[in-house]
């Protein structure tokens, strides 16, 4: 039986006129990906939930966990909230030698094919294919060549179909995954260093992207599966670095924009759209952006949540010395200190600098340390303390006044999970502005 992707219903209504869209959270927090599924309880709508390679893989990534846990994860989550199952969209997000770059082409090719074989197999539906990177032995003064990018993408797309015609044997109803390609792949998590101005894709190269890649799908007898390819990655002009947005510039992706709409069955896949404003957001989606990729702003937003309430926790039980504090913020401190190969390659400078980046750097590699056993005793130790009494509103009005509005208005309860996941759901609330037409800013 034939199931229509959402996806591709996406991309119909935005060749159409729409100015539709879906943003895609790429978290495997669990009160991120609550408060994705809270939201979209409110409008009915489906969510688009991705891990990324380095995150989640067949060596259990940075979170312990393969494709076929996260899945699982996710809909332990769904259950709680009743969330239906079937309004998920699970992504996978740079699946590709993104993690083994430092070895040569055909060991990163191998695991990149048990890779995306995995996240097939688990059911997820929407897979970026990137191959953007060099490996080891690729030539290192040079630019990689598309051809060579698009080859390899072709390689990891057969894979994935080989892996989704076994699923089929045992599902009968599972959905086609649909593709994301390019060449142009804005690195995962924001860029290392500020940059003075950043490089719109040239209508020449998104076009040379796309012919390069369907006759790399000519080769491997893909050509029907070119039908299932929705998206291509582009960079148009948006990026976050550790203290630096560079925001959606229309004008200058104005020609992009038009090239795209020679291709029926093409929309654009924005990456590093976190930070953006909602008017940008939205007008990317109206260009044809119409799939926006967040990350880190999400647990940007959730570490912005934990420090307020550290700080709520702080002037409650400053003097009560029957309750121990969490010490939040100093244990996740501590840990980032002690094992710094989440961020030394991203924070930079005089000692002072670094320690303010590491608490409230754009890239937020905080994200790194929460699943570390110690940060998350320290994390639910500070969410039982503040279940010990009501959270008076002035302290609430100091530290977090978007969520005291809302307590004001009934909107929200005022313990601290609410809290937490509401400073989130603020950032989520600038993407459904964006996504959904007609839609007003919240």
């Given at each position: 039986m034939y199931i229509k992707h959402p996806?591709?219903?996406?991309?119909?209504?935005?060749?159409?006129?729409?100015?539709?869209?879906?943003?895609?959270?790429?978290?495997?927090?669990?009160?991120?990906?609550?408060?994705?599924?809270?939201?979209?309880?409110?409008?009915?709508?489906?969510?688009?939930?991705?891990?990324?390679?380095?995150?989640?893989?067949?060596?259990?990534?940075?979170?312990?966990?393969r494709p076929a846990d996260f899945r699982e994860f996710v809909y332990s989550l769904a259950a709680k909230i009743g969330f239906p199952q079937t309004k998920i969209i699970f992504g996978g997000d740079h699946l590709g030698p993104l993690t083994w770059n430092s070895e040569d082409a055909n060991s990163a090719m191998q695991k990149s094919k048990e890779l995306i074989r995995e996240y097939v197999m688990a059911g997820f539906t929407k897979i970026h294919i990137d191959t953007s990177m060099k490996l080891a032995d690729d030539q290192q003064n040079t630019p990689l060549d598309t051809e060579i990018i698009a080859t390899r993408g072709a390689m990891l797309c057969k894979e994935a179909e080989l892996a989704f015609t076994e699923l089929r044997k045992d599902k009968p109803d599972a959905i086609n995954p649909v593709y994301v390609v390019g060449s142009e792949v804005p690195i995962?998590?924001?860029?290392?260093?500020?940059?003075?101005?950043?490089?719109?894709?040239?209508?020449?190269?998104?076009?040379?992207?796309?012919?390069t890649f369907k006759k790399a799908f000519q080769k491997y007898q893909l050509d029907v599966v070119w039908d299932n390819v929705i998206a291509v990655v582009v960079q148009p002009g948006v990026e976050f670095g550790n203290e630096s947005i560079h925001e959606y510039k229309r004008s200058a992706a104005q020609e992009l924009s038009a090239a795209l709409k020679r291709y029926p069955g093409l929309i654009f896949e924005g990456h590093s759209t976190d930070y953006q404003p909602a008017h940008a957001l939205r007008e990317m989606v109206e260009d044809g952006i119409a799939i926006l990729k967040v990350g880190p702003a999400l647990t940007f937003a959730l570490r912005e949540g934990l420090f307020a309430l550290s700080y709520m926790e702080s002037e409650l039980f400053r003097f009560n010395y029957n309750v121990e504090q969490s010490r939040f913020m100093e244990v996740l401190d501590y840990y980032m200190v002690n094992n710094p190969d989440n961020w030394k390659n991203h924070y930079h400078g005089e000692p002072a600098k670094i320690r303010y980046a590491r608490k409230f750097s754009f890239?937020?590699?905080?994200?790194?340390?929460?699943?570390?056993?110690?940060?998350?005793?320290?994390?639910?130790?500070?969410?039982?303390?503040?279940?010990?009494?009501?959270?008076?509103?002035?302290?609430?009005?100091?530290?977090?006044?978007?969520?005291?509005k809302k307590i004001q208005n009934g909107l929200l309860k005022r313990?601290?999970?609410?809290l937490l996941k509401d400073r989130i759901i603020n950032c989520i609330d600038d993407y459904m502005y964006a996504v959904k037409p007609g839609s007003v800013c919240r």
């Open positions: 996806l591709k219903d996406l991309v119909e209504k935005q060749k159409n006129g729409l100015a539709c869209g879906i943003y895609s959270a790429c978290s495997a927090d669990k009160f991120v990906i609550t408060a994705v599924m809270e939201r979209a309880l409110i409008d009915n709508e489906h969510v688009l939930i991705e891990a990324t390679a380095n995150q989640v893989n067949q060596f259990g990534g940075y979170t312990g966990m995962p998590g924001g860029s290392q260093e500020v940059e003075e101005g950043i490089h719109v894709t040239k209508v020449m190269d998104f076009e040379r992207t796309i012919e890239s937020d590699r905080c994200r790194y340390y929460l699943p570390v056993r110690e940060v998350q005793y320290a994390f639910d130790k500070l969410i039982k303390n503040l279940h010990l009494v009501d959270i008076p509103l002035s302290l609430i009005s100091q530290f977090m006044p978007m969520q005291y313990d601290p999970e609410s």
